[in-house]
């Protein structure tokens, strides 16, 4: 067996035209030289890759050898005959690391650089369960870095369920992989509370927040490495008090519920996960009693505007293009563009005018100005 000495980060990161410079002494753990499965998808895990490359240039024996693994690429576009890669393949392949892509793990064998096994698996924003017999077999099983406290924001989705719920500060776990859950593993290592306070917190967006915790997920990833945490027992004390969950966003969390939702709850909705959409009724002609309508512009607030009395009211007015909404908490949105089931993106009072929503029978004129409403409210 080849035994190391394993380094510890005694200084923080220091950057320098991009490049990490670290401090570091010997501990006394010990372990192989580590030849690493590295699961991955997007920009949040492309940070860690690069880190561990990084190291593994200046530090060969921490980490000997580095092998990347993703999901294949989805086809699109007419005949599905282009590919669109998910975007470590371009990084796996700009860093000169051997690139591993599946679709599932049955009957996938992990692969063995210089003849050897692979010894610790990293799975960052992977989106595949890593199966029991791989996990086995690598001599110090897996880890993952989270981009939440965990177990709160537990799910394929933690940055924008912390944004929906204007969270004010948030933070990295790195945890063992668990062979049979998502994110249910031991915590190895965590931000400290109250967590990282996140810039301008009600207007970032998802990936403005990407771009912001992806480096120091990094960070915590390479600092366990050096403090050898996958040869320690995991601190079941680093866990956070609250315990949300984070699921993958679907169409119904974009479903504006004009009954429940307040103007300040949908703005922010389309911000994180928007466009958003509703269900509106048509006339009789049309033969279909509603259709989908996706607020492609999103919202903005108004005051000096024609306003209905109940929420999920929509109006028109002769004077612009808007349509304005009320809401439950009694404020009015207007929209400016609006793409109606089996349309194209249009203004939104044409779009509304267009599908046959408006009821010509609900005409008031204030002036020179007309206004007219929906046949029913937006649903």
């Not at 307040?262 to 389309?270: D, M």
């Not at 909404?325 to 349309?343: C, F, N």
Request: with cysteine.
């Amino acid at each position: 067996m080849i035994v190391q000495s394993l380094l510890r980060r005694t200084l923080l990161i220091q950057r320098k035209s991009g490049i990490i410079q670290i401090r570091r002494r010997l501990v006394t753990k010990s372990a192989d030289p580590l030849r690493i499965l590295f699961c991955g998808s997007d920009e949040f895990s492309i940070a860690s890759l690069e880190a561990l490359h990084r190291e593994k240039t200046v530090n060969p024996e921490l980490i000997q050898s580095l092998d990347v693994a993703c999901k294949v690429g989805k086809k699109q576009g007419r005949g599905l005959k282009n590919v669109r890669e998910v975007p470590i393949v371009a990084a796996a392949r700009e860093l000169s690391l051997p690139l591993h892509q599946l679709e599932t793990f049955t009957g996938w064998q992990c692969p063995r650089p210089d003849g050897q096994t692979i010894n610790l698996v990293i799975a960052v924003s992977f989106g595949l369960l890593i199966p029991r017999r791989i996990l086995q077999n690598a001599k110090y099983g897996g880890i993952n870095v989270h981009p939440s406290l965990l177990p709160d924001f537990r799910g394929a989705a933690p940055i924008h369920w912390a944004l929906l719920h204007n969270c004010r500060t948030t933070g990295i776990t790195l945890q063992t992989l668990h062979h049979s859950h998502l994110d249910q593993g031991n915590t190895l290592l965590q931000t400290p509370q109250p967590g990282l306070e996140i810039p301008n917190p009600d207007g970032i967006t998802p990936a403005e927040m990407l771009g912001f915790l992806a480096p120091k997920g990094a960070d915590l990833l390479l600092r366990g490495l050096l403090e050898g945490v996958f040869l320690s027992e995991p601190d079941s004390k680093l866990t956070a008090g609250l315990v949300r969950p984070a699921p993958k966003i679907t169409p119904e969390d974009r479903h504006i519920d004009w009954c429940k939702w307040s103007a300040q709850e949908i703005l922010n909705r389309h911000r994180v996960i928007g466009p958003l959409w509703s269900k509106a009724a048509v006339d009789h002609v049309s033969g279909k009693n509603e259709k989908r309508i996706i607020w492609s512009s999103g919202f903005d607030k108004v005051h000096a505007a024609p306003t209905a009395t109940e929420p999920g009211v929509g109006l028109i007015s002769s004077s612009d293009s808007y349509v304005y909404i009320r809401t439950i908490d009694q404020q009015t949105l207007r929209a400016e563009s609006a793409i109606v089931e089996g349309s194209g993106k249009k203004a939104a009072s044409y779009a509304v005018k267009k599908a046959n929503m408006v009821d010509s029978n609900t005409k008031h004129v204030v002036g020179t100005t007309e206004t007219l409403q929906l046949w029913s409210p937006f649903t």
